[in-house]
């Protein structure tokens, strides 16, 4: 019987800021930023209600069979409590075409 090889793909990990939707590339061997290069909003989320650190989800995308694209997001929800993390416009009282 012949030894069947282990499969070998090639991850790719980008990720992408909750409030400006900015797509940072990583590369391997390199810490993952704390902050958006965008906008500098941090990169990590910790919830106000239940103490905790909110994990990133991720979507893959697989442009060929031994290549994948992992995109991590930030959550705009505890994963835990479901509380809000963040809240948009809308939330802190402006509406369209109003500023602060």
Not at 1 to 12: G, L
Not at 72 to 88: D, H, I, K
Request: proline share 7%; aromatic share 8%; net charge negative.
């Amino acid at each position: 019987m012949a030894k069947e090889k282990p499969a070998k793909y090639k991850i790719s990990v980008d990720l992408q800021c909750g409030a400006c939707a900015a797509i940072m590339h990583t590369h391997p061997g390199e810490p993952l930023p704390k902050f958006c290069a965008g906008c500098g909003a941090g990169m990590e989320k910790f919830c106000l209600t239940c103490h905790k650190k909110v994990e990133m989800f991720f979507e893959e995308w697989w442009p060929e069979d031994d290549e994948c694209v992992r995109t991590y997001s930030t959550p705009r929800r505890c994963t835990r409590c479901n509380a809000v993390l963040e809240m948009g416009p809308a939330d802190r009282g402006f509406d369209d075409g109003e500023t602060a």
